[in-house]
């Protein structure tokens, strides 16, 4: 009979063909329908993920660019040509030149697939042309982002160079599908065509959010992790079903294109070791006549397989006279791997765990975004509990050997990566969670196995559902509630009227900015509490330039206790963009920062000012202020005043004896002390007041002393603001006891008389004195009251006799 009598009646070729695809597609759509959702999902990361917002997407993207352009892997000491500035303050051109070519120490995999991709695309340049130089000291405040960016020439539709870009992070998309299905297959195998497990495992591996991210930018770590996932499946695969030499082929060569794309596949190779040992040792036992086939075969399909390792190896060692090229840190963090060298370092593995494991879910833009804590925490109790399903799984003498071995072996792979991850971060402590990518499908099955062992039986299938829907809940959220904040400008408005609470400046910065008024969230706050400042602009004039801002706040000497240097709207708005009319707030928080001389309380202002940054050999460039007369402000201006206190007053602290002398119904003189105690003519009166406030002054009064002599005339004497405007009068509180130091400089030459030191207090914007009361209730006459009074002395010239000979005499 032949094969035409095996088919069922009636059908075609095509038929039938048809017939199978929808069986597949039937056993199969909860897989197409997660590969579908993790499309769409890393679609919409592409789109949100501003360019270049990613770890060294620029240099990723020019390492590809390089290839398409010359038609040859870059060398160590590649230059290409930097993007056109036409920014006359240049921000960020420094980080921007460092970024270009700082991924061309990798292996090439990623970026001849990238080539290939986008070779028909017409870049027009090499990267952004200005850039954010203050990120790195603190996203949150100064801005998270790398570039500067400009949305209306981001948008869609994309041409040139963004449209090369968004490609490739299409390809990233792509190969992270292609994980996916590995995982998936691997789920099949593992849990013996168990479809719903094995679909939790593709599912938890598809909506993990730091997976979804690298599927949305340009970066080799996505295709480490799927070539990983292959080769894992592939190993899998051989031990349980195929266990002939040759099923080892593609396992290794899997391994060996890992290592071609990024360094970290070097974890895969004792994998591929074991694979081909528990092959051997089963051919052994089958058939010992055959075990010298066996081996030569096991050793052939290596050698075959090793090919693409084999030649980059050699490359890189004639081309960098390293075997891992440029990236020399490959070898040099291999010691860190010898437990002599981990054990030193043990106080901190701790730390890098925590570390590994917070960013394995999430760590975004230049690793500066991450997700919130209690999310976190929420997984890592998952990943507790996943865990001890793991060791039941393993006490479990009722499941099957071989399975319970390969749950031991695929914790030793995971804990291999995560040596290796700590290795490669060269003991910084803070391995990335990407760095553990190669077990990103390993780690899928044990979450799991876990989970489904440790759950009671009625809610096991649940539990584990529950895993993957809460993962996907977060991954969808990811991009809206993370992302887009992240990268979001201030929201423009067209009213330039001041809210409640905001008080007006009305100056203007360099023609071109208008400074509206300003808003202090605390007029009071202590040493370490954060202060908001919140400041209204308004955009006068387009500029080409993106101009730096800077907030200071000063203490009453104006020596900066706390500063922020960012470009507008937390990097997100840079005054290239602006546009007339356009106004917004802008929000930023300083902390004053305590000193070896600290004064407390104190007075603290602002200052503000736009600029362009300098070198190390040039300096600032400050923007000119004026107000609204179009006076000169020089290049800042100077607003606000906030109390910072040390202990908080209390009325408790008022004084219990009746003081000195009261000044109207504010302040009180408790006690004065004069050095030297009597005054003396030519030596300086130093006087030390202390003074309590009997509720907060209306006024920042200024304290006089005065000498006076006999005849009621004025000699000399010094006026100074209390505390001189270190902290105004005006700021003090009820209770508050403040040290008050003047001194008087007594002349040398006075007239023979009586003299007293005259002291009070006056209002300088008045002029009016306050009111001096004595201890008795006595009216001071002229609002003043004498605190010392002395003798100017008679003193008696003497000019002695000087008896000159003149020895030239004869």
């Not at 070519?101 to 870049?123: E, N």
């Not at 539990?463 to 904040?485: D, E, H, K, R, S």
């Not at 009071?524 to 308004?538: F, H, I, Q, S, Y």
């Not at 030297?676 to 030390?688: A, H, S, V, Y």
Request: charge should be negative; hydrophobic fraction near 45%; glycine fraction near 8%.
């Amino acid at each position: 009979m032949g094969l035409a009598d095996d088919r069922t009646p009636g059908f075609s070729d095509q038929q039938t063909r048809w017939d199978r695809w929808r069986r597949t597609l039937r056993l199969h759509w909860g897989a197409i329908a997660i590969g579908v959702v993790f499309l769409v999902l890393s679609l919409v990361y592409n789109i949100t993920i501003p360019a270049w917002e990613a770890d060294n997407e620029l240099s990723h993207f020019n390492y590809v660019r390089y290839i398409i352009d010359h038609r040859a892997l870059p060398a160590i000491d590649a230059v290409i040509d930097p993007p056109a500035i036409t920014d006359v303050c240049r921000s960020g051109e420094e980080n921007i030149l460092a970024e270009l070519t700082h991924q061309f120490r990798q292996p090439p995999l990623y970026y001849l697939l990238g080539a290939a991709t986008t070779f028909w695309t017409d870049a027009d340049s090499s990267g952004p042309a200005a850039a954010n130089p203050f990120r790195v000291w603190d996203p949150s405040q100064l801005g998270y982002n790398f570039a500067l960016h400009d949305p209306a020439q981001e948008g869609m539709p994309y041409s040139g160079t963004l449209l090369a870009l968004h490609m490739l992070r299409l390809l990233s998309g792509l190969i992270g599908l292609a994980g996916l299905l590995a995982t998936y297959l691997l789920g099949l195998l593992l849990f013996d065509g168990r479809r719903s497990l094995a679909l939790a495992m593709m599912a938890v591996n598809a909506f993990i959010p730091q997976y979804l991210f690298a599927s949305a930018i340009v970066n080799n770590d996505i295709l480490i992790a799927a070539l990983s996932s292959w080769c894992v499946y592939l190993c899998i695969y051989a031990v349980l079903r195929d266990g002939r030499a040759r099923s080892l082929f593609l396992p290794a060569f899997l391994a060996a294109l890992a290592l071609t794309a990024k360094y970290n596949g070097l974890v895969l190779l004792p994998l591929v070791a074991l694979t081909a040992l528990v092959v051997l040792l089963r051919s052994l036992r089958s058939n010992r006549e055959r075990i010298v086939p066996v081996v030569i075969g096991i050793g052939v399909m290596t050698l075959l397989a090793s090919i693409p390792a084999i030649v980059l190896l050699a490359y890189n060692k004639v081309f960098y006279h390293e075997f891992f090229g440029s990236y020399s840190t490959v070898s040099n963090s291999l010691p860190d791997l010898l437990p002599a060298t981990a054990a030193s370092r043990g106080s901190g593995v701790g730390y890098a765990v925590q570390y590994a494991f917070a960013t394995l879910w999430g760590q975004f833009g230049w690793d500066t975004i991450t997700l919130p804590g209690w999310i976190v925490a929420v997984l890592a109790l998952v990943c507790l509990l996943a865990a001890a399903g793991v060791i039941l799984f393993l006490l479990d003498r009722k499941q099957p050997r071989r399975m319970r071995w390969i749950v031991v072996a695929a914790s030793l792979f995971l804990l291999a990566t995560l040596v290796q991850s700590f290795a490669k971060s060269i003991g910084s402590l803070e391995p990335r969670g990407r760095y553990i990518f190669p077990a990103i499908s390993v780690i899928c099955y044990l979450l799991v196995l876990g989970l489904h062992r440790v759950l009671p039986q009625r809610v096991k299938l649940a539990g584990v559902t529950a895993l993957w829907i809460g993962l996907l809940i977060l991954a969808i959220a990811v991009p809206f509630a993370v992302l887009q904040p992240a990268y979001a400008a201030p929201s423009i408005e067209s009213s330039a009227e001041l809210l409640p609470g905001e008080e007006p400046l009305d100056v203007t910065i360099g023609g071109f900015a208008q400074l509206l008024g300003y808003r202090v969230d605390s007029q009071k706050l202590a040493a370490g509490d954060p202060v908001e400042v919140t400041l209204v602009w308004k955009a006068l004039q387009p500029t080409p330039s993106n101009y730096s801002m800077s907030i200071h706040l000063l203490d009453a000497n104006r020596y900066p206790r706390a500063w922020v240097m960012s470009h507008p709207g937390h990097g997100n708005y840079p005054t290239s963009i602006w546009q007339p009319g356009d106004v917004f707030r802008d929000t930023y928080s300083l902390y004053w920062a305590d000193t070896a001389w600290e004064q407390l309380p104190a007075q603290a202002l602002l200052k503000v000012a736009l600029f362009c940054p300098g070198t190390g050999v040039v300096a600032d460039d400050y923007l000119q202020v004026v107000n609204a007369q179009g006076d000169s402000l020089g290049d800042a201006v100077y607003f606000g005043r906030i109390k910072v206190h040390g202990e908080q007053p209390t009325t408790d602290s008022l004084a219990q004896a009746s003081p000195a002398y009261t000044f109207g119904d504010e302040i009180a003189l408790d006690s004065v002390q004069l050095s030297p105690e009597t005054p003396l003519p030519g030596q300086p009166l130093e006087i030390t007041m202390q003074w309590q406030a009997l509720r907060q002054p209306d006024a920042d009064y200024t304290v006089f002393a005065h000498l006076i002599n006999a005849q009621g005339q004025w000699v000399t004497g010094n006026d100074l603001p209390l505390t001189g405007g270190y902290y105004p009068s005006s700021l003090w509180e009820g209770g508050e006891t403040v040290t008050h130091t003047h001194t008087l400089d007594i002349p040398a030459s006075l007239p023979i008389g009586g003299y007293t030191v005259q002291v009070g207090l006056y209002d300088p914007q008045s002029g009016q004195r306050l009111p001096v009361t004595g201890r008795d209730g006595t009216q001071m006459v002229d609002d003043q009251f004498e605190l010392a009074s002395f003798e100017a002395p008679r003193f008696r010239s003497y000019i002695p006799m000087v008896v000159v000979t003149d020895d030239s005499a004869p």
